[in-house]
């Protein structure tokens, strides 16, 4: 039995997100029906599509017909989930909207996703990505060269929106478990955003340096070697950052040199020049310092380090022939998961109908009542606690006395510990692991991103956790699995960026680029939440708790799985460069007399609007479509740009039915009208720093609403109240004090400044 299995869903979306959520779900046994208009998806050339929609029986509507509406609503009776990712007002005009079908059918979850928010003009532009990062800030936020936006290859947040929306799912239907209702739920491409690069502006601070190509500080960065091949050096903690000066003969410079960053860089920069790239490999690995090649995505997929973890998959196609995917990105154990095919079309599934049942509890957050004890780290394991908490859950963040390395006064780690309650203790120490033996007696999820055997060097790991709590679910985070050649190597985030081909998609023929969102980070999050809530719903069945794995490597596959799918003549992947501004002239962005507009033309009908507005003689609109990014297309364009002012020209334009948007800068963004209108960001109040303005939600849900219920905590800030709460005496809670097995604020030895013993992020 899968996690997942028994479950309905009609699935009406296209493109990228809303197929690629309920893709998750059909890997852990859904069984999925996708409705797609009488012309077929609109990516259905994409390669991305094969992967987005395995698993899933496909079957052809048009909606815009009643006659097919009335057969759609004798599909959704059946269903427990039904999803849409529809712009804003044509549900409603259709009656196929999240309020109308919840109330004919009460059991039914309705999911609708669309590509960028649920209201406002700019709602309602056709799905393009390179839209959306503009009107987010994101465009100003990726590192650049220079003071330009920059276009990215990945359609990052989409992929985001994608887990969200997932998630949303997984949570809605925990909740109705409780509450015997369904409910309606929205995950738009904002969601997305807040969930994969939520930006934090914090009153009392400056604002945050934007990042840089290579990488921000010398620890943390890409470097080119004698061959001209590049690696990324990941030594974000200071004992690996010692370890690398010995390999290269300057421990003796270590203060100096993290003093001194750009001596440090220049000093590393002409070591790594001395050797080619696999001799400094050698060095570096076997030293046990955290490096990694610059690598193309197809050798990555194929490599023997993927197949060893069982995260590649290989079917036949009719039209392809052999087509390989990625495989599922996370492990639960007792009810695994199973991609049985590529898509298929078939004709509408004759499902029973859904028996009626009575309400139960009261509604409540999606995961309220469930508790989480975070072990999690930095960011994949401190922001998978953090999207939890986002959905209702009581998440109590466990940390030794140093704090987690990543712990900072900083927007980051703000962001992505907020909602959470903290506990000091040191599991080194007996009575410090009984009382956490205690926690786990009461509590659902134990979440941690320790490195292979730490878990059970501590006597904390899953077998120890079942023999005092059956029930419990625990979930760990490696950086390259639990078996293979690799999976007792330290591993960050660029790491797989590099290996994975993400950097190098991204620099196209130039220097590759390192991202500034931590991809596989926030994509690790994402999942972990996805096989934490799958689980869940798992235990509602069996009545058992199980295992939970996933790694750093499965995301650099799961993130860019549209094009990283293989099969012979495939179409080529976008390529970036450097300080990329698109991938045409039609699809790009272009400055203005104060600031920046992205344009992205990919439709003939797009070009038509275009000449109409602007009055630039154009020749036929397939022509122009496949235009260079420079050129002498691109240079009319830029000339017509370059005096009008940017948001005036943006309306026009959209008017005329052009796909285009103003790009905000990342400061922007924290006042735009069109993101307060779709409530991206709320302000909040900490007890040191004061005003915080950062991201409100990952999903809404029209019946249990989640959200954020704590600041985010001080080191040991709920040590006392948590173990108050769990029925310690205060003798006890002052003798564990007092031996330091748990600990308050006072107590700790973190550096709150400094983020402890993390040097640098990007």
Not at 232 to 246: D, M, R
Not at 337 to 350: E, H, K, N, T, V
Not at 500 to 518: K, N
Not at 709 to 732: C, F, K, M, N, W
Request: net charge negative.
């Amino acid at each position: 039995m899968s996690a997942y299995s028994g479950l309905r869903i009609v699935d009406f979306s296209q493109g990228t997100a809303g197929p690629m959520a309920s893709m998750f779900l059909g890997d852990f046994g859904a069984e999925i029906a996708k409705i797609e208009p009488i012309e077929g998806d609109r990516a259905r050339h994409h390669p991305g599509y094969l992967a987005w929609n395995r698993n899933k029986q496909i079957s052809n509507l048009d909606l815009s017909r009643a006659g097919d509406r009335e057969t759609a609503l004798g599909l959704i009776a059946s269903a427990d989930v039904a999803l849409f990712d529809h712009a804003p007002g044509v549900l409603e005009a259709w009656g196929l909207d999240g309020a109308a079908l919840t109330a004919k059918f009460p059991r039914l979850v309705h999911v609708w996703m669309p590509p960028y928010g649920v209201t406002g003009t700019w709602s309602q532009l056709p799905p393009r990505h390179s839209l959306l990062t503009a009107l987010t800030g994101l465009a100003f936020r990726q590192g650049a060269y220079d003071d330009t936006p920059v276009h990215l290859v990945l359609p990052l947040v989409w992929y985001a929106q994608a887990l969200m929306g997932a998630n949303a799912i997984g949570a809605a239907l925990l909740e109705r478990s409780r509450s015997g209702l369904g409910q309606a739920v929205s995950v738009s491409g904002l969601h997305g955003m807040s969930q994969l690069a939520g930006p934090v502006s914090i009153k009392a601070q400056p604002i945050m340096p934007r990042g840089q190509p290579l990488g921000a500080l010398p620890n943390y960065r890409l470097y080119v070697c004698s061959d001209g091949k590049w690696l990324f050096l990941g030594t974000l903690f200071h004992n690996f950052y010692k370890l690398a000066l010995g390999v290269f003969g300057l421990e003796d410079r270590y203060d100096a040199l993290v003093a001194e960053p750009e001596l440090a860089v220049t000093t590393l920069e002409e070591r790594f020049r001395s050797a080619p790239r696999d001799a400094w490999l050698e060095h570096l690995r076997s030293a046990g310092v955290p490096c990694a090649p610059v690598g193309d995505r197809a050798d990555w997929l194929a490599s023997p380090v993927i197949g060893e973890a069982g995260l590649r998959e290989t079917f036949e196609h009719e039209i392809h022939g052999t087509v390989t995917i990625p495989g599922i990105p996370v492990h639960l154990l007792a009810t695994p998961g199973r991609i049985g095919g590529l898509a298929r079309q078939a004709p509408l599934p004759s499902w029973p109908a859904v028996a009626p049942t009575s309400p139960g509890d009261p509604r409540s957050a999606p995961l309220a009542g469930l508790k989480v004890l975070d072990l999690g780290t930095v960011i994949a394991g401190a922001h998978a606690g953090g999207v939890l908490a986002n959905l209702g859950a009581d998440v109590i963040k466990i940390e030794p006395a140093e704090g987690d390395p990543f712990r900072s006064d900083g927007g980051p780690f703000i962001g992505f510990s907020r909602g959470k309650r903290a506990l000091g203790i040191d599991l080194k120490q007996a009575s410090a692991r009984e009382t956490f033996f205690d926690l786990v007696r009461g509590a659902d999820v134990v979440l941690d991103n320790y490195r292979l055997g730490v878990r059970d060097r501590l006597g904390i790991g899953y077998q120890a956790l079942k023999a005092i709590n059956p029930r419990i679910i625990s979930c760990s985070i490696n950086a390259y699995g639990t078996s293979g050649s690799r999976a007792e190597r330290p591993g960050f985030d660029p790491l797989l960026q590099a290996e994975g081909g993400m950097m190098a998609a991204q620099g196209g023929q130039d220097d590759p680029i390192l991202h500034t969102v931590a991809v596989n980070d926030v994509a690790t999050a994402a999942v972990v939440a996805f096989g934490v809530i799958s689980a869940l719903n798992a235990r509602e069945s069996t009545g058992l708790g199980q295992e939970v794995q996933t790694s750093l490597m499965a995301q650099s596959l799961t993130y860019q799985i549209g094009e990283i799918t293989h099969y012979a003549g495939r179409p080529a992947n976008d390529l970036g460069g450097r300080d990329c501004v698109g991938v045409r002239a039609l699809h790009r962005f272009y400055p203005c007399k104060d600031g920046w507009i992205a344009l992205a033309c990919t439709e003939s009908s797009d070009v038509e609007a275009l000449v109409g507005a602007t009055g630039l003689k154009l020749p036929n609109p397939a022509a122009v479509l496949v235009e260079p990014r420079d050129g002498a297309l691109a240079d009319r364009l830029a000339t017509w740009f370059k005096d009008r002012p940017r948001d005036a020209t943006a309306k026009m334009l959209l008017q005329a039915g052009v796909p285009c948007a103003p790009v905000v800068q990342a400061y922007e963004a924290y006042e735009h009208a069109w993101l307060a209108d779709n409530r991206m960001f709320e302000v909040w109040e900490h007890p040191r720093l004061g005003e915080i303005v950062s991201v409100r939600s990952y999903a809404d849900f029209a019946a249990s609403s989640g959200g954020f219920r704590y600041p985010t905590p001080d080191l040991g800030q709920h040590s006392v109240e948590i173990l108050e709460a769990l029925g310690y005496d205060q003798g006890r809670i002052a003798e564990l004090l007092a031996s330091g097995a748990i600990f308050e604020p006072s107590q700790s030895k973190a550096h709150l400044r400094d983020g402890g013993a993390a040097l640098s992020t990007r």
